[in-house]
Protein backbone atom coordinates (compact mmCIF):
# COMPACT_ATOMS: atom_id res chain seq x y z
CA UNK A 1 0.00 0.00 0.00
CA UNK A 2 2.77 2.16 0.45
CA UNK A 3 4.10 1.80 -2.36
CA UNK A 4 1.30 1.99 -4.31
CA UNK A 5 0.64 5.60 -2.70
CA UNK A 6 3.95 6.94 -3.39
CA UNK A 7 3.99 5.82 -7.17
CA UNK A 8 0.48 7.33 -7.03
CA UNK A 9 1.69 10.58 -5.99
CA UNK A 10 3.38 12.21 -8.12
CA UNK A 11 4.70 15.55 -5.70
CA UNK A 12 8.41 16.41 -6.47
CA UNK A 13 10.04 16.61 -2.62
CA UNK A 14 14.06 16.84 -3.03
CA UNK A 15 16.29 18.50 -5.26
CA UNK A 16 17.64 15.26 -6.52
CA UNK A 17 13.90 14.21 -7.69
CA UNK A 18 13.83 17.50 -9.45
CA UNK A 19 17.50 17.67 -11.26
CA UNK A 20 16.52 13.95 -12.70
CA UNK A 21 13.11 14.53 -13.67
CA UNK A 22 14.03 18.16 -14.83
CA UNK A 23 17.68 17.43 -16.42
CA UNK A 24 18.44 21.33 -15.95
CA UNK A 25 20.91 22.99 -13.60
CA UNK A 26 19.73 23.71 -10.40
CA UNK A 27 20.61 27.81 -9.22
CA UNK A 28 19.20 27.10 -5.66
CA UNK A 29 16.92 26.49 -2.93
CA UNK A 30 15.36 28.91 -0.97
CA UNK A 31 13.71 28.03 2.26
CA UNK A 32 10.20 27.85 2.89
CA UNK A 33 9.64 31.66 4.31
CA UNK A 34 8.41 31.27 8.07
CA UNK A 35 6.18 33.38 10.55
CA UNK A 36 2.65 33.71 8.38
CA UNK A 37 4.77 36.81 6.55
CA UNK A 38 1.93 38.87 3.63
CA UNK A 39 2.32 38.54 0.28
CA UNK A 40 4.20 41.95 0.59
CA UNK A 41 7.07 40.88 3.14
CA UNK A 42 7.66 37.74 1.64
CA UNK A 43 8.05 39.28 -2.04
CA UNK A 44 10.70 42.07 -0.80
CA UNK A 45 12.51 39.26 2.14
CA UNK A 46 16.02 40.28 0.50
CA UNK A 47 15.35 44.49 1.40
CA UNK A 48 13.30 43.87 4.47
CA UNK A 49 15.81 40.78 6.62
CA UNK A 50 19.14 41.36 4.09
CA UNK A 51 21.01 38.98 6.68
CA UNK A 52 18.29 36.10 6.72
CA UNK A 53 19.14 32.79 5.31
CA UNK A 54 16.23 33.10 3.23
CA UNK A 55 17.60 36.48 1.76
CA UNK A 56 20.93 34.01 1.25
CA UNK A 57 19.23 31.62 -0.76
CA UNK A 58 18.13 34.38 -3.42
CA UNK A 59 21.53 36.12 -3.54
CA UNK A 60 22.54 32.64 -4.51
CA UNK A 61 20.44 31.63 -6.89
CA UNK A 62 21.82 35.79 -8.44
CA UNK A 63 25.24 34.67 -8.68
CA UNK A 64 24.45 31.50 -10.39
CA UNK A 65 22.63 33.23 -12.72
CA UNK A 66 25.20 35.58 -13.55
CA UNK A 67 27.95 32.74 -13.57
CA UNK A 68 25.99 30.67 -15.58
CA UNK A 69 25.26 33.11 -18.43
CA UNK A 70 27.91 34.57 -20.69
CA UNK A 71 28.38 38.15 -20.40
CA UNK A 72 26.05 40.26 -21.80
CA UNK A 73 23.16 37.48 -22.21
CA UNK A 74 21.52 37.91 -18.92
CA UNK A 75 19.47 41.57 -19.48
CA UNK A 76 16.67 40.10 -19.69
CA UNK A 77 15.09 37.28 -17.31
CA UNK A 78 11.82 35.62 -17.54
CA UNK A 79 10.65 33.79 -13.90
CA UNK A 80 8.06 31.68 -14.57
CA UNK A 81 6.44 27.95 -13.33
CA UNK A 82 4.59 25.33 -14.05
CA UNK A 83 1.24 26.06 -12.29
CA UNK A 84 -0.07 28.99 -10.25
CA UNK A 85 0.82 29.16 -6.66
CA UNK A 86 4.59 28.17 -6.97
CA UNK A 87 6.10 31.12 -5.83
CA UNK A 88 7.47 32.48 -9.06
CA UNK A 89 6.21 36.00 -8.69
CA UNK A 90 8.21 36.16 -4.89
CA UNK A 91 10.83 34.82 -6.78
CA UNK A 92 10.72 37.87 -9.15
CA UNK A 93 10.52 40.42 -7.05
CA UNK A 94 13.57 39.10 -4.83
CA UNK A 95 15.79 38.01 -7.39
CA UNK A 96 15.35 41.72 -8.72
CA UNK A 97 16.11 43.26 -5.37
CA UNK A 98 19.34 41.08 -5.04
CA UNK A 99 20.33 42.28 -8.61
CA UNK A 100 19.69 46.04 -7.82
CA UNK A 101 21.68 45.50 -4.02
CA UNK A 102 24.28 44.48 -6.68
CA UNK A 103 24.72 47.87 -7.82
CA UNK A 104 22.99 47.05 -11.24
CA UNK A 105 19.84 48.47 -12.72
CA UNK A 106 16.95 46.59 -12.52
CA UNK A 107 13.53 47.10 -14.06
CA UNK A 108 10.91 44.57 -12.50
CA UNK A 109 8.27 44.07 -15.17
CA UNK A 110 5.24 42.46 -14.43
CA UNK A 111 3.86 40.82 -17.07
CA UNK A 112 1.44 38.30 -15.50
CA UNK A 113 -1.56 40.02 -17.26
CA UNK A 114 -3.81 37.54 -15.56
CA UNK A 115 -3.49 37.86 -11.97
CA UNK A 116 -0.83 40.77 -11.30
CA UNK A 117 0.84 41.34 -7.80
CA UNK A 118 3.94 43.26 -8.30
CA UNK A 119 2.54 46.41 -7.68
CA UNK A 120 0.52 45.00 -4.08
CA UNK A 121 4.13 43.64 -3.35
CA UNK A 122 6.12 47.21 -3.19
CA UNK A 123 2.62 49.15 -2.58
CA UNK A 124 2.85 51.32 -6.21
CA UNK A 125 -0.28 52.20 -8.12
CA UNK A 126 -1.41 50.11 -10.97
CA UNK A 127 -3.39 52.42 -12.87
CA UNK A 128 -0.75 52.71 -15.35
CA UNK A 129 1.52 49.83 -17.11
CA UNK A 130 2.83 47.90 -19.46
CA UNK A 131 -0.85 47.82 -21.28
CA UNK A 132 -0.95 51.57 -21.23
CA UNK A 133 2.13 51.57 -23.07
CA UNK A 134 1.55 48.90 -25.48
CA UNK A 135 -1.70 50.26 -26.07
CA UNK A 136 0.05 53.93 -27.00
CA UNK A 137 -1.80 55.85 -24.25
CA UNK A 138 1.36 56.51 -22.16
CA UNK A 139 5.07 56.40 -22.74
CA UNK A 140 8.01 54.39 -20.90
CA UNK A 141 8.88 57.24 -19.03
CA UNK A 142 5.03 57.79 -17.39
CA UNK A 143 4.59 53.67 -16.53
CA UNK A 144 7.60 52.95 -14.69
CA UNK A 145 7.92 53.78 -11.15
CA UNK A 146 10.91 53.96 -8.76
CA UNK A 147 10.44 51.21 -5.46
CA UNK A 148 11.49 52.12 -2.58
CA UNK A 149 14.50 50.11 -3.32
CA UNK A 150 17.59 51.39 -4.49
CA UNK A 151 18.42 50.74 -8.13
CA UNK A 152 15.13 48.71 -8.79
CA UNK A 153 12.04 50.45 -11.13
CA UNK A 154 8.76 48.67 -11.58
CA UNK A 155 7.01 48.45 -14.63
CA UNK A 156 3.27 47.50 -13.35
CA UNK A 157 0.78 45.23 -15.41
CA UNK A 158 -1.44 48.30 -15.63
CA UNK A 159 -5.20 47.81 -16.74
CA UNK A 160 -5.37 43.95 -17.67
CA UNK A 161 -6.28 43.66 -21.31
CA UNK A 162 -9.02 41.29 -22.75
CA UNK A 163 -6.08 39.82 -25.36
CA UNK A 164 -2.91 39.38 -23.41
CA UNK A 165 -1.43 36.56 -25.74
CA UNK A 166 -1.67 38.63 -28.75
CA UNK A 167 -0.24 41.80 -27.21
CA UNK A 168 2.62 40.21 -25.53
CA UNK A 169 2.90 38.12 -29.29
CA UNK A 170 3.15 41.84 -31.22
CA UNK A 171 5.85 43.62 -32.64
CA UNK A 172 5.05 46.58 -30.35
CA UNK A 173 6.22 44.22 -27.61
CA UNK A 174 9.47 43.18 -28.85
CA UNK A 175 10.24 46.98 -29.33
CA UNK A 176 9.44 48.01 -25.67
CA UNK A 177 11.37 45.16 -24.41
CA UNK A 178 14.10 46.76 -26.86
CA UNK A 179 14.08 49.88 -25.72
CA UNK A 180 14.41 48.36 -21.54
CA UNK A 181 17.35 46.75 -22.30
CA UNK A 182 19.02 49.99 -23.28
CA UNK A 183 18.11 51.97 -20.22
CA UNK A 184 18.69 49.15 -17.39
CA UNK A 185 21.69 46.45 -16.73
CA UNK A 186 18.97 44.27 -16.32
CA UNK A 187 14.95 43.39 -16.98
CA UNK A 188 13.38 40.91 -14.76
CA UNK A 189 9.72 39.93 -16.15
CA UNK A 190 7.14 37.87 -13.96
CA UNK A 191 4.94 35.94 -16.03
CA UNK A 192 1.79 33.36 -15.64
CA UNK A 193 2.34 30.00 -15.55
CA UNK A 194 3.36 27.98 -18.30
CA UNK A 195 0.71 25.16 -18.52
CA UNK A 196 -2.38 27.48 -17.78
CA UNK A 197 -1.59 30.00 -20.66
CA UNK A 198 0.26 30.27 -23.33
CA UNK A 199 1.64 33.42 -22.07
CA UNK A 200 5.21 32.51 -20.68
CA UNK A 201 5.89 30.78 -23.68
CA UNK A 202 5.95 33.94 -26.08
CA UNK A 203 7.67 35.87 -23.30
CA UNK A 204 10.75 32.65 -23.13
CA UNK A 205 10.93 33.46 -27.01
CA UNK A 206 11.70 37.35 -26.58
CA UNK A 207 14.41 36.31 -23.32
CA UNK A 208 18.25 35.70 -22.83
CA UNK A 209 17.19 33.40 -19.62
CA UNK A 210 14.43 31.54 -18.41
CA UNK A 211 14.11 30.68 -14.69
CA UNK A 212 11.72 27.88 -13.69
CA UNK A 213 10.24 27.70 -10.44
CA UNK A 214 9.37 24.53 -8.67
CA UNK A 215 7.56 24.16 -5.16
CA UNK A 216 8.83 21.28 -2.82
CA UNK A 217 6.07 19.08 -1.64
CA UNK A 218 3.68 20.98 -4.60
CA UNK A 219 5.17 20.90 -8.35
CA UNK A 220 4.47 17.23 -9.41
CA UNK A 221 6.80 15.57 -12.54
CA UNK A 222 3.81 15.53 -14.93
CA UNK A 223 3.12 19.65 -15.42
CA UNK A 224 7.17 20.31 -14.68
CA UNK A 225 8.08 17.97 -17.64
CA UNK A 226 5.31 19.89 -19.63
CA UNK A 227 6.70 23.26 -18.81
CA UNK A 228 9.70 22.09 -19.71
CA UNK A 229 9.14 20.76 -22.95
CA UNK A 230 6.31 23.78 -23.79
CA UNK A 231 9.23 26.05 -23.36
Known amino acids: AAL ?3 WMDQRMRSVDEI ?11 VPHI ?11 EVHVEPMSEVSEAYRTIRTAVYFGVPEGQDNTVLVTSPAPGDGKTTMASNLAIAMAQAGHTVLLVDCDFRRPRQHRIFGLKDDVGLSSVLAGQHSLDDAVQQTAVPNLSLLPCGPIPNNPSEILNSQVFADTIDELKGKFDHVVIDS ?9 RILAASTDVTIIVLRADKSTRKLAENAKESL
Do not use: C, E, F, Y
Open 19 to 29: SAVMQLPILGV
Open 4 to 6: LQD
Open 34 to 44: AGGKTAMARGM
Open 192 to 200: PPVNPVTDA
